[in-house]
C-alpha cells in the first residue's frame, strides 16, 4: 500500500462540521446581539417620548392665565382648628377651585360632578373638596376628602 499524505476524511468531515457550526452560531449570535441593540434603543426612546410627554403635561396643567380674577372667595372654619380658603374660578364651561389648607398646601382642582353642592377634585381623585351654599355668605359648609379620609371637617364659612 501506498503511504497517503494528507488528511483522512474523518478529519476533513470534523473540520467541515466545525467550520458550520462556526458560522451557524456566528450568524445567530450576530442576530442576537443585533436585536437586543435594537430593542435597547427602542425602549431608550420610548422612555425620552414619555418623560417629554410629563414634562409637557407639567407645563400645561401649570399654566393659568396671569389676569384671572376669581369669581367668588370663601373662608372655611373647620373642626381641630383647620381652615380652608377656597377661590372659586369659572372660564369656558371649566370651573375649579384653588385652595389654601391651614398646614400650608396649595391645591387646584377641577370640577367633577356632584349631584348636590360644588365638588372638585384632582385628576385620580385622591384628593376631593366638596363645598355647598358657598354662595351665601355665612351659610356654605365643606369639607375635604384625602383617599377617602375626611382630613377637613366641619367646616363653615
Do not use: H
Not at 458560522?23 to 420610548?46: I, R
Not at 384632582?122 to 377617602?148: C, H, P, V
Request: net charge negative.
Amino acid at each position: 500500500m501506498k503511504n497517503q499524505k494528507g488528511i483522512s476524511t474523518l478529519t476533513g468531515i470534523v473540520i467541515i462540521v466545525l467550520v458550520a457550526v462556526v458560522l451557524v452560531g456566528g450568524g445567530f449570535a450576530y442576530q442576537y446581539l443585533a436585536t437586543q441593540k435594537a430593542d435597547s434603543q427602542l425602549l431608550n426612546e420610548q422612555q425620552n417620548q414619555n418623560q417629554q410627554q410629563q414634562t409637557e403635561n407639567q407645563q400645561t396643567n401649570n399654566v393659568q392665565p396671569v389676569d384671572e380674577t376669581a369669581y367668588m372667595t370663601r373662608q372655611f372654619v373647620c373642626d381641630n382648628d383647620k381652615y380652608i380658603t377656597a377661590s372659586y374660578y369659572e372660564s369656558d364651561n371649566n370651573r375649579r377651585v384653588d385652595l389654601e389648607l391651614s398646614d400650608g398646601r396649595k391645591l387646584s382642582l377641577s370640577n367633577i360632578y356632584s349631584a348636590s353642592g360644588d365638588k372638585y377634585a384632582n385628576t385620580n381623585e385622591s384628593i376631593i373638596f366638596w363645598s355647598k351654599g358657598a354662595y351665601i355668605e355665612g351659610e356654605g359648609t365643606a369639607f375635604i376628602l384625602e383617599k377617602t379620609v375626611q382630613t377637613y371637617f366641619n367646616c363653615k364659612n
